[in-house]
């Protein structure tokens, strides 16, 4: 799918020929946030609930389940390259690691969290923290839809501005990234593209090396990283597990170990035990026979931050690197992992993690929450649309119901009773009740009649007051008319806050949480993981977020080659969301 060249102001351009960036060739520092100078089109944050988009990701999800077995390359990456790789030698014994995920939404937000990944160090207490040698991409690295398209636009363009070129007189960092269902929903073939396709690949500064949608790096002082790709959480395919197999032997029993994946199933095991079985499976099997011991394990999905502390491990959700920010009120205070009631035979010992840190925090979360009113309408003007025509349809099929009418008239109006049906079906669908042996499935039948027949209930309303006014005895088209041009905006701005009632409603009770938040597409309340494995084998993980994203940026011709092509023009700040966590490590000195 292409996308139209605009300027900043949405005004369109013409197109013309993109230049080709080379790694011998340096392309002319933008003077201005023109597409054409850029090379790609920054884009605004993605109204979630736009109905054709709801209609257009809904079928690639189901398409991707339904066929998804047909589509997944990663049984074809088995002839790919299948060699670890090696970052242990650094001249210090040390290295820094980023780690960003959910990243490729509005162009405000995603680029705020790179311009802050690009800079050589940030200040953050006092403390100085260098770039990562590594940047590790968790998933969703492009919404709602993976194309090269969309890639170039709200990915690769905003990097490649953050970080244009390497810096000089220092290793080059690399960029690993892991696909999230998002990259998934082509089957990868975008993915496969832009981050594995070439041994010489690179987006900006940051090269790119891995050869497939999963890696293993060896790093200093005895740690490794291993990221796995699991297709929506189903399964970890052979070829997967023998190249894992292959990068294990390497693994000593006193390493350690940073497990990256997709998402973060041990929180999403509280109402799905089986949603973690996969990953502890790969401990199982692949990693518990090295003897080296798990520490961390770090995923996105969840577009914020949370982190659960057990006394083996870390259990780290960091998914604020663009997209809509999602609140933590609704995380449950401790977690068993593997959950009890999975059906695994041999499952590992279960062990309880308790949540001591989260941003946004709880109170934040909760206030943001309340915005639903007023953002809903404006992000998604889409939806309230949608909602205004199905409110006014019904309006005039109960209005024709109690009313009698000319036969033209009858031919303009949809049938009572197929109104009523669409509406009770879209509100229980747009509930999500999940099957009926899960523990919490009647919640979301409830909650989702409910809002059916508040929707109804508002019609009935409308219906009562059309019926008092004198339109409704014009001369057909006439009522028609006014009812599109008068009655129809009206009834959906009070269509659209009966569903923001019902959305922060059904949220507090674990219902379409999500959606509550993805409406508002808020962009502030950003973090990323910067990372430090000290020569010693001490790993210490600064979690830090950004309270406010930019809006507003300038382009820095007269900067340098490495330099930022486009800088913010009002304060962009970082800080700490908790204390450092320090894990120790195989060489760290031990009471």
Request: aromatic share 10%; proline share 8%; charged share 20%.
């Amino acid at each position: 799918m292409s996308y139209p060249l605009t300027n900043v102001q949405g005004v369109a351009i013409a197109p013309r020929q993109r230049p080709v960036e080379s790694e011998q060739t340096v392309p002319n520092r933008p003077r201005t946030l023109d597409p054409q100078e850029l090379g790609f089109t920054p884009k605004g944050p993605i109204g979630w609930l736009a109905p054709l988009l709801l209609l257009n990701t809904g079928l690639r999800a189901l398409l991707a389940i339904l066929f998804g077995a047909y589509l997944d390359k990663r049984e074809l990456q088995n002839a790919l390259d299948g060699e670890f790789f090696d970052h242990s030698a650094t001249a210090d014994g040390d290295i820094w690691l980023d780690y960003v995920a959910d990243l490729g939404d509005g162009f405000d937000a995603t680029y705020s969290v790179a311009y802050l990944l690009a800079q050589p160090e940030l200040t953050v207490d006092g403390d100085q923290l260098p770039r990562g040698r590594l940047l590790l991409m968790g998933g969703d690295q492009v919404y709602p839809l993976a194309s090269g398209d969309g890639y170039e636009n709200r990915m690769k363009g905003p990097y490649r501005a953050a970080l244009p070129e390497a810096p000089a007189g220092a290793p080059r960092p690399t960029l690993f990234a892991l696909p999230g269902n998002h990259d998934w929903y082509d089957g990868l073939t975008a993915f496969l593209r832009l981050f594995a396709r070439r041994k010489d690949g690179h987006i900006g500064g940051w090269r790119t090396e891995q050869r497939r949608s999963y890696f293993a790096v060896k790093l200093p002082a005895d740690w490794w990283l291993f990221a796995v790709d699991e297709q929506f959480g189903a399964y970890i395919d052979d070829p997967q597990l023998l190249y894992f197999e292959k990068a294990a032997r390497e693994v000593g029993p006193d390493d350690r170990i940073i497990l990256m994946t997709p998402s973060p199933t041990w929180v999403k095991a509280v109402d799905e035990p089986e949603a973690y079985d996969a990953v502890d499976y790969f401990i199982r099997t692949i990693l518990a026979p090295t003897q080296a011991h798990v520490r961390v394990l770090v995923s996105g999905d969840l577009h914020h931050y949370a982190r659960y502390t057990g006394d083996d491990r870390e259990l780290i959700t960091c998914g604020g690197g663009g997209a809509y920010t999602l609140g933590t009120q609704n995380l449950p205070g401790q977690i068993t992992v593997p959950p009890k009631e999975t059906l695994t035979r041999s499952k590992s010992r279960s062990r309880a993690y308790d949540l001591v840190a989260r941003f946004p925090d709880e109170p934040t979360s909760r206030r943001w929450g309340w915005g639903v009113f007023h953002r809903l309408p404006r992000r998604n003007a889409g939806f309230a649309t949608m909602l205004g025509i199905i409110q006014t349809l019904t309006m005039l099929a109960m209005a024709g119901a109690a009313s009698q009418g000319g036969n033209i008239q009858r031919l303009f109006s949809i049938p009572l009773v197929l109104m009523l049906v669409l509406i009770m079906a879209g509100t229980i669908l747009f509930a999500k009740p999940p099957e009926a042996a899960s523990a919490k499935h009647a919640r979301h039948w409830i909650l989702g009649v409910a809002h059916g027949l508040a929707q109804i209930g508002l019609a009935v309303g409308g219906t009562w007051v059309w019926l008092q006014l004198p339109f409704r005895d014009w001369h057909w088209p006439g009522p028609l008319v006014i009812a599109a041009v008068g009655y129809g905006p009206l009834i959906a701005i009070l269509s659209t806050q009966l569903c923001a009632l019902y959305l922060l409603i059904s949220g507090r009770f674990g219902v379409n949480l999500n959606e509550l938040f993805a409406g508002q597409s808020i962009e502030d309340g950003k973090s990323f993981l910067r990372m430090h494995i000290d020569a010693d084998g001490t790993l210490t993980i600064h979690a830090l977020g950004v309270d406010r994203v930019c809006h507003r940026w300038a382009a820095d011709p007269a900067g340098g080659p490495e330099a930022p092509w486009v800088r913010p023009e009002e304060p962009l700040a970082v800080r700490r969301i908790e204390e450092p966590i320090v894990v120790a490590g195989p060489r760290a000195v031990r009471p």
